[in-house]
């Protein structure tokens, strides 16, 4: 099964897509995590990506496309994937109906408030990238690899505001560019009750 997750930066689609890669045995795709492992690679490239992300601005269309592409021709791709974070443009969604069909569009929804709220707690694990948020876990330390916790420099304010522009200009256009596809879920209560249509709206497919 080959899905997309939409939604707008801290929506909680990383955490979406977690949950439904280790129920379908799929791999969650994350471009915003291929692209900081480009980054740590410091070459050019590399360096170039660093500016954007620390700005809160997207990586050029064809460089993305490229990552994408390459990544899901890979063995573990073989029986679907999760796409976390791609399209985020028109242009990009115009490129992947080239590539393959996709079985599902899912639209990860939140306030813009409570996701600025949700962004500037968020930690990161340096180590696995797991993610926590300050207000429910005190530690600085991954209680999964013993990592040190950071915050992204992109999750600082100013930049989530930028961001978040960035998400209405172009990606908020998927909305329409999917409208017919769309399966809708708020993520406005806890991990699992968002989770919980989104299983049961996948387990349908599975049995058609
Ligand atoms: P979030 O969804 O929390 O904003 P991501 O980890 O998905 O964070 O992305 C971080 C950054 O990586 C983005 O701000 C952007 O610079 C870059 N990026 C990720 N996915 C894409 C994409 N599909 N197209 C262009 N840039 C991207
Ligand atoms: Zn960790």
Redesign the pocket.
Known sequence: MKIILLGA??SG??TLAKKISSDFHIPQI????L??AIVKEDSPLGQKVKG??DK????P?EV?IEVVKKRISEQDCQNGYIL??????VE?AKALEKLTHIDSIILVDLPFDVIIER?SSRRTCSGCGEIYSAQNYASNVCEKCGAGLIQRD?DKPEIIKH?LE?YETNTSPLIDFYSERLFKVSSQGTPDETYRPVKTFLESLEEK
Do not use: A, E, M, N
């Open positions: 930066p801290g689609k990383g994350s471009t915003g995590d692209f900081r954007l992300i809160g601005q997207l990586v269309d993305t976390d974070g791609f399209p985020r443009t990009q962004l992109d961001r960035v």
